[in-house]
């Protein structure tokens, strides 16, 4: 049985438990402020840099060529949906000609591969549905046509064609007309303007 002589206690080198907290504490809150200052400073600089007349007239250029990238992008595409890509034509009576319907071919692959497509109307889409506008009109003159004969085609293309334009928008097109290139630039051009689009082809017309 050990005496109570035998019986002894180390002597601890440790500090206080809230002593060791209060220097944790304080380290931490040194640490914070130094944090803080960094962060000022090097905020502050970012800020003279960023508005530094040169930066900024950097970052307006950019962001005014990046706008025009997109819109060229856009437009090449054509998903802008600033006017609706569809060319109409329409052709009453016999059947169309070879040559008209080769031109139409040609202007519809011309067309379809800057993203429009071709619409060719015919008698059979008059009705009160696509023309209720025109529509009396339209039967009154067929009518007309089949009592005496008269040629009145040319009237009745006349309205068809603004009525579908009215409706439907995009670009109207008489039989004879052919295309070479994409016509879109110039309702690019037209919208731009704020004006509507009205297109006359002379020989030599190099738009198209």
Avoid at 29 to 58: E, K, M, Q, Y
Avoid at 64 to 72: A, D, S
Avoid at 120 to 144: C, K, M, Q, S, V
Wanted: hydrophobic residues 40%; contains cysteine.
């Amino acid at each position: 049985m050990a005496r109570d002589a035998d019986v002894g206690v180390a002597p601890t080198t440790s500090r206080p438990v809230d002593e060791e907290a209060g220097l944790l504490s304080g380290d931490a809150g040194r640490a914070r402020r130094r944090a803080r200052s960094w962060f000022r400073r090097h905020l502050n600089a970012w800020s003279d840099v960023c508005t530094h007349p040169i930066v900024v007239c950097v970052v307006v250029l950019l962001v005014v060529c990046g706008l025009v990238y997109v819109e060229e992008a856009r437009s090449k595409a054509g998903d802008d949906g600033s006017f609706v890509r569809v060319a109409h034509e329409v052709w009453l009576g016999s059947e169309m000609p070879g040559v008209k319907r080769l031109i139409f071919e040609r202007n519809r692959k011309v067309l379809e591969a800057s993203g429009w497509r071709m619409k060719l109307w015919t008698e059979g889409d008059i009705g009160a549905a696509n023309f209720p506008l025109t529509h009396a009109t339209l039967e009154r003159g067929r009518a007309f046509r089949e009592i005496t004969g008269e040629p009145v085609y040319s009237m009745l293309v006349d309205l068809m064609k603004y009525e579908v334009l009215l409706r439907y928008g995009g670009l109207y097109l008489d039989t004879n007309v052919e295309l070479f290139k994409d016509v879109a630039p110039l309702f690019h051009q037209a919208l731009r303007e704020n004006k509507e689009v009205f297109m006359v082809s002379d020989p030599g017309d190099s738009r198209f």
